[in-house]
């Protein structure tokens, strides 16, 4: 029997260097490879890689978004992310089974990362955000998200949407077959020490000391603050305490306008603390990371008390639980419960630097904690394994079908359609800038702003 072809639409360009967005789908392109024929998809205006060999699926660059449209009707299901259905709408238009990953709520993020812009911008970019979702909701034949807090954060919107009516209700009184959870997953491999990185190795970290490993980037919603502040009293008590960021320069380009990371190293430079106790790295490639992971003494995450953190999911902590790293999380989101509840480490409260570095050093002090602890580890690792946590996602893709709301809704005007297209525009023009140069810019915005107005006449 001819597999089914499943098509991966990934909001970034994949390689070596990865974000979030990008390992979620390179992640899911090897799991869902060994039951179906898999494409994934970089579309165009995204940064672009080299391509690389030996996948057991297709990576395909897609040039211009004609590509990416035929890739559309080549393939039997489609899954993608972020705003990729209000830059390309001919998504949102698809007859092909539609799978909508809702596993970022973007519109409480950007509360969040534009809080310090003027109302009036922050109200613009709002829109452009509900706009996103709107579309999301609305046009997704199946959706997936991150968390059980999450699901009914969508339900909510979904009802208010229409999408939650007899139709669906009476394919499946509990919504299943409309929404499931497909958190973030970890790798079935357990992590593996390939070569130092960090004790001996890297400047001013000797082999004796202790690491404290803030994973993944420095964003405006998280409390980089308090770690730092938390450092001098931490190292009064243990003067070989180092803290090292593993990124402060993330691989989506989009991502280097917000100003997190240069605050938390002016910071550190004001405390005296900048390449003696805390450490900037500019970001370790994916394949790299457990050597990190696994070098290190303790894992942090911390996070400030806003509503985007009630239904997060940070990513960072399961890299923690793959490597049976013991942490240190703020309270309030999913998996800092997890944390408590699984005796994985210590939670703390948001803002607070001396019950920080009073946790930090509490599991510092406990000898062997990796070897006790590595029964919670392995005990919680078993649940997030990546396809564990993506069965619903294959079963859709092993039966795919279409909501029966979709006539219905077809009936019913599309609320608040949102403007991310021109919107994102001023920031995409600049990665291309960055990326391509001034004559490859130009080539591309052309070709770009023919395709929207061949759009624009149909």
Known sequence: MKARRVLLISNESVGQHMAGPAIRYWEFAHVLSRYFTVTLAIPPFVTQKP?????????????????????TTQNEVIVTVSDMLSIY????????????????????????????????????????????????????????????KQKDYWLGWLTALGRVNPYTHHDDPTLAKLIAV??????????????????????NIAPNDQVILWGGGIWNWLDWQTIIRAMPLLCAEQPHCKLFFMGIKSPNMASTAMTAAMQAIELSQELGLYNQQVFFNDWVPYQERQNYL?????????????????????????????????????????????????????????????????????LLNIPNLRQQLQPNFERVRAKYEWETVMLPLIQFCHAPYRAPDKPYLANIPLIEPGLTTWQAMPTRAWHMLKNYGLRQFVVKAKEYFRWKLNDFRF
């Open 89 to 148: 709408p001919f998504l949102a238009e698809t007859t092909t089974p539609l799978v909508v990953d809702m596993y970022i709520p973007l519109i409480l993020e950007g509360l969040q990362k534009h809080a310090t812009h003027s109302l009036s911008q922050r109200n613009i970019l709002h829109a452009g955000y509900r706009g996103v979702h709107t579309r999301q909701l609305r046009s997704a034949d199946f959706i997936i998200c991150a968390s059980e």
């Open 294 to 362: 696994l070098e290190a003494d303790i894992g942090v995450s911390l996070h400030t008390a806003h509503l985007e953190t009630r239904f997060s999911f940070r990513t960072r902590l399961l890299d923690y639980i793959w490597a049976g790293l013991p942490m240190v999380a703020t309270a309030g989101d999913v998996l800092s419960e997890e944390v408590a509840d699984e005796q994985l480490g210590k939670v703390v409260s948001s803002g607070d630097a001396i019950q920080v570095s009073r946790a930090l050093l509490e």
């Open 51 to 71: 391509k690389l060999n030996g996948l057991d699926f297709e990576l395909r660059f897609c040039r211009t978004p004609a590509e990416l449209q035929a890739l």
């Open 182 to 203: 497909v958190p973030f997953g970890l790798p079935r491999q357990p992590a593996q020490h390939c070569r130092q990185v960090l004790k001996g190795v890297y400047p």
